[in-house]
Nanobody, 121 residues
Framework: QVQLVESGGGLVQAGGSLRLSCAPS????????MGWYRQAPGKQRELVAS???????NYADTVKGRFTISRDNAKKTVYLQMNSLKPDDTAVYYC???????????????WGQGTQVTVSS
């Protein structure tokens, strides 16, 4: 069974940096769009950044200029480099990817289990 495996969360002081990584386990035929969402306590899950298979990116206004999403297609991995972190960035961050597992089937969205990012003031 395919899963998205995330890593890189943790505790950091305001102004610091973290890099999140996410890759699918198991056999994948093709990875389409990938992205990161986050959910803070008491708030709805929100899009942080996304990247297409061709490398086009999209960012939430709140993270533009501080976060960078990238992907390594050979490693089937998506990254989220987070700089100048603020306490408001504290949340559980979820990786998502649209995956095609086999020919003659549909691609579906998969989600990671989430990784906690805590930014102290």
């Amino acid at each position: 069974q395919v899963q998205l495996v995330e890593s890189g969360g943790g505790l950091v002081q305001a102004g610091g940096s973290l890099r999140l990584s996410c890759a699918p386990s198991g056999s994948i035929l093709r990875i389409n769009d990938m992205g990161w969402y986050r959910q803070a306590p008491g708030k709805q899950r929100e899009l942080v950044a996304s990247i297409t298979s061709g490398g086009s990116t999209n960012y939430a206004d709140t993270v533009k200029g501080r976060f960078t999403i990238s992907r390594d297609n050979a490693k089937k991995t998506v990254y989220l480099q987070m700089n100048s972190l603020k306490p408001d960035d504290t949340a559980v961050y979820y990786c998502t990817a649209n995956l095609l597992l086999r020919l003659w089937t549909n691609a579906y969205d998969y989600w990671g289990q989430g990784t906690q990012v805590t930014v102290s003031s």
